[in-house]
């Protein structure tokens, strides 16, 4: 039978007195159950719902931002299943504070929350287009404004989702050739917003893996709302399309910086004025000791559009690997940047192909166990949500001691920072209390409470 309860400690206390309890939980804090915790605090997990319509006929006394928490705790403790999203989370004050209200007696919580079904038939009401919208609002709409961040430096890249080569039920995909080898799979582009200690996705779009990169994205580049006038965005040599940076430089008023490739007339005649004038500097990395930089100006003309008369202005940082005598070209269209200032600008691109590792190495984001394209979507967009919870809580006051770190390693070095608790159920209430009030509860119950309650001690 499933109760619907209300948090009130009050009333928990009466019924004690009363001696009459119906359950008790014991909770054990973790890091997953933590970040969620704070994620709670910060007023996010509450949004989820909101960018995203509830399609729901059946099992709607589970409310809907607990169904889709729980679907991002699971990515969080990089379960990848249906299966594991009843079983995400099970701490009862995490429950509890994400408003989790109800009490099923005649379900053990070893058989998790709710049946397996109900996310199976959520998953069936939604197409793959809805979840990249749902993951586009959230963060753009709603988690953005809630934590008053505007991020104004963007890096840019797509990344190869790959799957099983022989199997072909594998909806929407495509097989390319790559380097020689055919890859089946997908392609997920992401816009990351830079913050002070790590980053966000605050944008993507989900295709096949046949589409270039430009054109994976460019409906992105063109409407996104996360650009705002003086912006920087940061791309690789995929993204090479001088109508579009003049478009990003005149019509959304953001500066593009992009390495140029070799065969470029730009990067030809950059690297013989950097050689010729000889004014190099020495790099501002350390790690890179052996290269120099220089800059060299109005070098826009080198490199035309169809409307020549259209091109805005670029300057290049030219970089000379003195240890083995190639050169690179970087572009940018904020002609007021120094040669120093660029490169330091472009050095943060290698962000993103982090982010991209982590989630393929340790976040299982090819792991799928579905060859439908909207469960593809839903797991991909899921494990987007949980790791962007991780990102932000890096920095956030609670989790700035692991800035820089990925998750195994987090959870490797995790201390527990709240103190063991025990929820109680009585009747239509529950109650969350600290270990030391429920060891004086337990001291003045009769017999027949403390009976119903050893069992919590017996997990101490």
């Known amino acids: 039978m499933i109760l619907i309860c209300r948090k009130d400690k009050e009333k928990v206390y009466e019924a004690i007195r009363a001696g009459k309890i119906d359950t008790a939980e014991m909770s054990f804090p973790n890091l997953i159950d933590d970040i969620l915790l704070i994620m709670k605090k910060q007023g996010l997990t509450d949004l989820l719902a909101q960018a995203l319509t509830d399609k729901r006929r059946d099992n709607s ?35 509890a504070e994400l408003g989790w209200n109800i009490w099923d007696n005649e379900r ?78 997908y392609k997920l582009g992401v816009l990351r917003g830079v913050l002070d200690d790590s980053g966000i996705a605050e944008e993507v ?28 965005l940061i791309n690789d040599r995929g993204f090479l399309s001088r109508e579009m940076t003049n478009y990003l430089k ?4 953001v500066d593009t910086y ?15 004025l950097a050689t010729t004038s000889g004014k190099w500097q020495k790099h501002p990395n350390p790690k890179r000791k052996e290269q120099e930089i220089q800059l060299v100006t109005g070098v826009g003309p080198l490199w035309e ?80 949500v949980g790791y962007l919870y991780f990102q932000i809580y890096k920095n956030l006051d609670e989790g700035k001691r692991y800035s820089g770190k990925s998750l195994p390693v987090v959870v490797k070095n995790y201390k527990e920072t709240r103190p063991k608790a025990v929820i109680l159920y009585a009747g239509q209430y529950f109650g969350i209390f600290s270990f030391l009030e429920f060891l004086q509860i337990y001291a003045e119950c009769t017999l027949e409470v403390r009976r119903l309650l050893d069992p919590i001690l017996a997990k101490v």
């Open 305 to 384: 559009s169809d409307e020549p008369e259209k091109d805005v202005p670029i300057n290049a940082c030219v970089v000379h690997d003195k240890k083995t005598d190639n050169y690179f070209v970087f572009m940018t269209t904020d002609t007021s940047r120094t040669a120093r200032q660029i490169i330091n600008t472009y050095e943060l691109r290698p962000e993103i192909e982090e982010d991209f590792r982590q989630m393929k190495d340790f976040w299982k984001l090819e792991d799928f166990k579905s060859t439908k394209y909207n469960y593809i979507t839903y797991h991909i967009i899921m494990t987007l």
């Open 61 to 95: 006394h589970i409310p809907f931002h607990i169904l889709l928490c729980l679907a991002v705790a699971a990515k969080l403790k990089c379960k990848t299943s249906l299966t594991d999203v009843p079983f995400a989370v099970t701490e009862a004050e995490l429950l």
């Open 258 to 272: 992009i390495p140029a490739k070799e065969n470029m007339i730009l990067y030809q005649d950059a690297v013989k």
């Open 205 to 232: 779009v989900f295709g096949t893996l046949k589409t270039h990169d430009m054109e994976q994205c460019r409906q992105m580049l063109t409407n996104t709302s996360c650009f705002h006038e003086h912006d920087i």
């Open 108 to 185: 053990d919580v070893n058989e998790g929350l709710f049946s397996e079904s109900v996310m199976r038939k959520l998953l069936a009401k939604y197409k793959s287009e809805e979840w990249v919208s749902f993951y586009n609002d959230y963060v753009q709409k709603h988690l953005i404004k809630k934590l008053d961040i505007q991020p104004c430096v963007h890096i840019l890249d797509c990344t190869k989702i790959l799957v099983n080569l022989d199997n072909e039920n594998y909806e929407n995909s495509s097989v390319v050739k790559i380097d020689g080898e055919n890859m089946r799979g």
């Open 250 to 253: 005149t019509v959304r008023k």
